[in-house]
Every structure is written in structure tokens, then in C-alpha cells.
T-cell receptor
């Protein structure tokens, strides 16, 4: 079946450091890929998405590129802020059948001043 | 535009009581999802509706859980009788059905069963 694997956290960084959170997937067909972010006490918010190979999703300084050859969708940000502290979820939807999301387990990011 | 609206935001009740969680999806969305989130199990999909019809309820834990969607703008998730192990954050999400369409989440209901 479909699955998403994320690096385990927490990831602890100092402000202005470079961020990478790894995400790889296994899916039948040709999935669409997403990153969601969950701030403490809140629901999941869509951060960015990509729907085909080599697409780059970007938002709020975060980027991720859909790499079909390595089945990966790694999240990056050049300079993190304390306000980026949250849990980040990688997810996919296969485009055959109905649109149920398959989530990774989430990666907690902690940014210190 | 209004997002997905869930109520109540917090619910504390005693074991054995009936609990009803409510969700109003984004207007025009035709798919609705109920999730449960706990530290131990992470995010779990409980049930998925498309055009008000339940498509996949394989994630519903047991017969104590039931969900309805009487119309396109309202859904409920009911637990009867509730148990302490049902304590979790319950999220509702909605989306358009179609390639690459993301799900939009509500802020969740934090449920505590004493």
C-alpha cells in the first residue's frame, strides 16, 4: 500500500540555520505530494504542494521538489525563525480512486533564538 | 473565506456519556474527512464522505463510533458510550474531489473522557 516516511524528530536548530526535513514515499500510480504544518494547539495547515515530477512547491520561504526518480519530497528552508517551530507532516494522495491522504508520522521542529 | 468550522473546541465529559462533535466544511467542497490524533497513534483517518455518502469507514474504531453527513454543509461524529481511551483531538477536513486537491483542516475538538 501507499506509505510516507519522514525523518524522526525533534529537529533542533538555532535561528537562521538551514532546514531540511526528509520525506520519501511509496505509492501506486502517480501521487500528488503535500507538506502540512501544525502549530501547537491548532489544526493542520497546507504549507505547499506539488502534483507532478520536478514541480517545486514553495510558500513562506519553504520549498520542496517532487523527485520521482528518488521518490522524495524533502522540505527545505534557508533561514528558520523561532516562529517556524511546529510539527511538519509530509503526505500524498494517489490519483487513482478517491482522495484520501496518506500521512507521514510528522517531524517536530524546535527553533531556538 | 471561512475555513472548516468545528465545535466544540474542547469537550470534557465522564465515561459512558454520549459525545457529539460537529463540523461545517468549506462551502462548495464535496469531500469530508474525520481524523483522530493522539501521541501514540498519530493521525488516523476515521471516515471519508464524498457527496454526503460514506465511502470509507474502515478507520472507525468500533460500533461506539458513528458519523453522519445529512447535507453538504454539516457532519457529526458521535461516540456512545464514550471511554477514556477515546480521549484525543478530533479533526474534520474538507476538499474538492480531484487531482492534486488538498484537504483543509479545522482547528479540531480536544476531547477528554474522564
Amino acid at each position: 500500500g501507499d506509505s510516507v516516511t519522514q525523518m524522526e524528530g525533534p529537529v533542533t536548530l538555532s535561528e537562521e540555520a538551514f532546514l531540511t526535513i526528509n520525506c520519501t514515499y511509496t505509492a501506486t500510480g502517480y501521487p500528488s505530494l503535500f507538506w502540512y504544518v501544525q502549530y501547537p494547539g491548532e489544526g493542520l495547515q497546507l504549507l505547499l504542494k506539488a502534483t507532478k515530477a520536478d514541480d517545486k512547491g514553495s510558500n513562506k520561504g519553504f520549498e520542496a521538489t517532487y523527485r520521482k526518480e528518488t521518490t522524495s519530497f524533502h522540505l527545505e528552508k534557508g533561514s528558520v525563525q523561532v516562529s517556524d517551530s511546529a510539527v511538519y507532516f509530509c503526505a500524498l494522495i494517489t490519483n487513482s480512486g478517491y482522495s484520501t491522504l496518506t500521512f507521514g508520522k510528522g517531524t517536530m521542529l524546535l527553533v531556538s533564538p | 473565506d471561512a475555513g472548516v468550522i468545528q465545535s466544540p473546541r474542547h469537550e470534557v465529559t465522564e465515561m459512558g456519556q454520549e459525545v457529539t462533535l460537529r463540523c461545517k466544511p468549506i462551502s462548495g467542497h464535496n469531500s469530508l474527512f474525520w481524523y483522530r490524533q493522539t501521541m501514540m497513534r498519530g493521525l488516523e483517518l476515521l471516515i471519508y464522505f464524498n457527496n454526503n455518502v460514506p465511502i470509507d469507514d474502515s478507520g472507525m474504531p468500533e460500533d461506539r463510533f458513528s458519523a453522519k453527513m445529512p447535507n453538504a454543509s454539516f457532519s457529526t461524529l458521535k461516540i456512545q458510550p464514550s471511554e477514556p481511551r477515546d480521549s484525543a483531538v478530533y479533526f474534520c477536513a474538507s476538499s474538492f474531489e480531484g487531482r492534486g486537491q488538498p484537504q483543509h483542516f479545522g482547528d479540531g475538538t480536544r476531547l477528554s473522557i474522564l
